[in-house]
């Protein structure tokens, strides 16, 4: 199957550092990559959609400066955290899609974020 | 609004046959996935309906009814790895996943 790849798995940062999340489609292209958050107990959450070559979609109550997120390749999406504080240590994964819209997402590992 | 409902736990045991629940509203249906999350990973894909029916793959079955916008996973024989979250989520008109809350499963020997 497809693989998607997402590191670093852990972070530990102090609050008001940023963290940058990187998440790479290993073997195929991915116009389309998705980054989602999840707390303890909770559903996935979408933040937003990552196109290539153009500024990400943001859900609702997503804000744009802090989370950034760049998709300069077919094959790369970085997520970055900005002024990082304790309410944002959580559970951040990505996704991507094959190329053909309706087909199952590839997730990546997921990155457990800890702002101490 | 767009609503994904499915029981927050349930239990079973070992050996035995659960079937997990799912009903949905959502603008538009383009097919429904499953996925497993075991605590602290990232999901992983067991099934995907867009037709109405049953679909199985090994210990593992998902049903779908468009009609009533209702589907199920349906797990025999259990077993302890069994224990994990299962995910529904509905693919709407913009392709865009729309996820479940999850229910928890815990498998008891």
């Known amino acids: 199957g497809a693989v998607v790849s997402q590191h670093p798995s852990r972070v530990i940062c102090k609050s008001g550092t940023s963290v940058k999340i990187e998440c790479r489609s290993l073997d195929f292209q991915a116009t389309t990559m998705f980054w989602y958050r999840q707390f303890p107990k909770q559903s996935l959450m979408l933040m937003a959609t990552?196109?290539?070559?153009?500024?990400?979609?943001?859900e609702q109550g997503v804000e744009k400066d802090k989370f950034l997120i760049n998709h300069a390749s077919l094959t790369l999406s970085t997520l970055t955290v900005t002024s990082a504080h304790p309410e944002d240590s959580s559970f951040y994964i990505c996704?991507?899609?094959?190329?053909?819209?309706?087909?199952?997402?590839?997730f990546g590992q997921g990155t457990r974020l800890t702002v101490v | 609004g767009q609503n994904i409902d499915q029981p927050t736990e349930m239990t079973a045991t070992e050996g035995a046959i659960v079937q997990i629940n799912c009903t949905y509203q959502t603008s538009g249906f383009n097919g429904l996935f499953w996925y497993q999350q075991h605590a602290g990973e990232a999901p992983t894909f067991l099934s995907y309906n867009v037709l109405d029916g049953l679909e199985e793959k090994g210990r593992f079955s998902s049903f779908l009814s468009r009609s009533k916008g209702y589907s199920y996973l349906l797990l025999k024989e259990l077993q302890m790895k069994d224990s994990a979250s299962y995910l529904c989520a509905v693919s709407d008109s913009n392709y865009q996943l729309i996820w479940g809350a999850g229910t928890k499963l815990i498998i008891k020997p």
């Open positions: 990552s196109n290539e070559g153009s500024k990400a979609t943001y």
């Open positions: 996704s991507a899609n094959r190329e053909g819209m309706n087909t199952e997402a590839f």
